[in-house]
């Protein structure tokens, strides 16, 4: 191996470790991500508006258009439209 081709292989080498920190930061991230849709998945349980759990008698009704969000019922809804209509089928 000439001494060129030894500093080739070492940069190689080098890029694949970047890579695989890389790697490793995309890894970590996407652990804290997957944490927080799990609580935000249990705040979605939730009324978005007030908080409440809803009850047997009167489940949390689902956005109908992106069943995303929960509300208590109708009054709720309406009254979170303004701030859900952004984000309401934002990524569909
Ligand atoms: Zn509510
Ligand atoms: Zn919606």
């Known amino acids: 191996m ?3 081709r030894y500093r080739d292989a070492s940069k190689v ?3 694949a470790e ?3 920190a890389a790697e490793e930061e995309s890894r970590a991230s996407i652990a804290s ?3 927080e849709l799990a609580l935000l998945n249990s705040h979605l349980k939730r009324c978005v508006l007030c ?11 689902k956005c109908a258009q992106c069943r995303r969000v929960r509300y208590c019922n109708g009054d709720c809804q309406r009254k979170h439209w303004a701030k ?3 984000t309401c089928s934002a990524t569909h």
């Open 84 to 86: 859900h209509a952004p």
């Open 13 to 15: 080498i080098l890029k």
């Open 51 to 61: 908080g409440g759990p809803g009850s047997a008698v009167q489940p949390l009704k």
């Open 2 to 4: 000439t001494l060129q």
């Open 18 to 20: 970047e890579v695989n």
């Open 33 to 35: 991500i997957m944490k």
